[in-house]
């Protein structure tokens, strides 16, 4: 079945350093690809997303890119602050189930002063 | 608007005890889900609905069962509690409909822990 595989945390880093996390799926459709992140405490909030081949998601500084070629959708910022610091999910819809969302086991972000 | 509420907003429950989760909605989508959000397994679908008086199982959907009496509420009855079910549930809903469909809004989760 469909499945996202994203990088395990925890990713540390200092305010101001680019972020990468990376993310690959397993499709066989052409799913909507997703971002979410969940800010300690509370619940998801949706990031970015993109929904077809090439595009580009964006929001807050964040970006990514659906790569068909290489089934990706890595999430990037090129200055992280302290307020980035929480857990992101990478999502792709499930057509199979009411479009429902198939999530990554999450990338927990420290950023530090 | 309120978006999505959940209650309540944590729990602790005996084992065998039966539990119902509530979900609201005010957007009125047609579209509802749950999911419970594990340390190390990220969220796992339960149930979800794609209109109101329509269920379907989810990934994970064993000791729960969900009904859609109307767009707005989705609730979640666990029957019989037990330990493995001490998890945070989180209600979402989407449009349903068209390029929108696949975005989810999600609520403040409900903390349940089953002893």
């Known amino acids: 079945g469909d499945s996202v595989t994203q990088m395990e945390g925890p990713v540390t880093l200092s305010e101001e350093a680019f972020l990468t996390i990376n993310c690959t799926y397993t499709?066989?459709?052409?799913?909507?690809l997703f971002w979410y992140v969940q800010y300690p405490g509370e619940g998801l909030q949706l990031l970015l997303k993109?929904?077809?081949?090439?595009d580009k998601g964006s929001n807050k500084g964040f970006e990514a890119t659906y790569r068909k070629e290489t089934t990706s959708f890595h999430l990037e910022k090129g200055s992280v602050q302290v307020s980035d610091s929480a857990v992101y999910f990478c999502?792709?819809?499930?057509?199979?189930?009411?479009?429902?969302?198939?999530f990554g086991k999450g990338t927990s972000l420290l950023v530090t002063p | 608007i309120a978006g999505i509420t959940q209650a309540p907003t944590s729990q602790i429950l005996a084992a065998g005890r039966r539990m119902t989760l509530r979900c609201t909605q005010d957007?009125?989508?047609?579209?509802m889900y749950w999911y419970r959000q594990d340390l190390g397994l990220g969220l796992r679908l339960i149930h979800y609905?794609?209109?109101?008086?329509?269920?379907g199982k989810g990934e994970v959907p064993d000791g729960y069962s969900v009904s859609r009496a109307n767009t707005d509420d989705f609730p979640l009855t666990l029957a019989s509690a037990v330990p493995s079910q001490t998890s945070v549930y989180f209600c979402?809903?989407?449009?349903?409909?068209?390029?929108?469909?696949?975005?989810?809004?999600f609520g403040p989760g409900t903390r349940l822990t089953v002893l």
């Open positions: 979402a809903s989407s449009d349903g409909a068209g390029a929108r469909r696949n975005e989810q809004f």
């Open positions: 499709a066989t459709g052409y799913p909507s």
């Open positions: 993109a929904t077809k081949a090439d």
């Open positions: 999502a792709l819809s499930d057509s199979n189930s009411g479009y429902a969302l198939n």
């Open positions: 957007m009125r989508h047609n579209a």
């Open positions: 609905s794609n209109t109101a008086g329509t269920t």
